[in-house]
């Protein structure tokens, strides 16, 4: 009868270490914290042809084989366009500027933006040039003609912008709605010729 009471208390202290040791495990999972999403290192601009593309990003260090999420956010003036949203891959980092300083910018670095090669499943039909974002924590999608998607994973959805200038075309990421909410990311690209100005000031909270 004891070696029994002996055997069932045995049975009954291994059964709680293993449930404290799952409960330690799951808490050490949970306190795992995730990665803060950065701005100014994880949305870029890219110019797209065919089923390649140019990156621009002021992320120095992006893998080969990274994710990135192509927003095709029509300006306000090309109301009549829908907006895409594709997946590409990243292919490798380039030695030069593989956009003919359009894309240039020294917005985030003195030495100017770091340049990738990009591969998109299929050949593209959008704008040429379009916000790119390296793994973002919620996905994006389209609602009317507009992109949004919580990009930092704190509850409220980013919106994208593009308004033109004289000469190029300003590219925004607003958390909220755009002149409303909080500005987070701008760049510029240069056009190279004259556009249409329909920027106001409030849109300039980056480089002019």
Known sequence: MTMVNDFGNRTSIVSAFALLLVCSCSRKAESIPQSPFRYDQQVGIANLHGSDG???SANPAIDSGARITLVDQPAENLAFQTPIIAE???VERLKEDCDDQHMYTQEFSLSGP???RIRLKSDWSGNSYVFAILD???PVTANGKNVEGDLDGDGTKETFRICTSSEGAHFQVWTGQPLEGRPRWHWYVYAGYDTENVCTEK???GRK
């Open 88 to 90: 590409a891959t990243m």
């Open 54 to 56: 140019c990156l621009a």
């Open 136 to 138: 973002p924590l919620r």
């Open 203 to 205: 849109e300039y909270f």
């Open 114 to 116: 770091t340049y990738y």
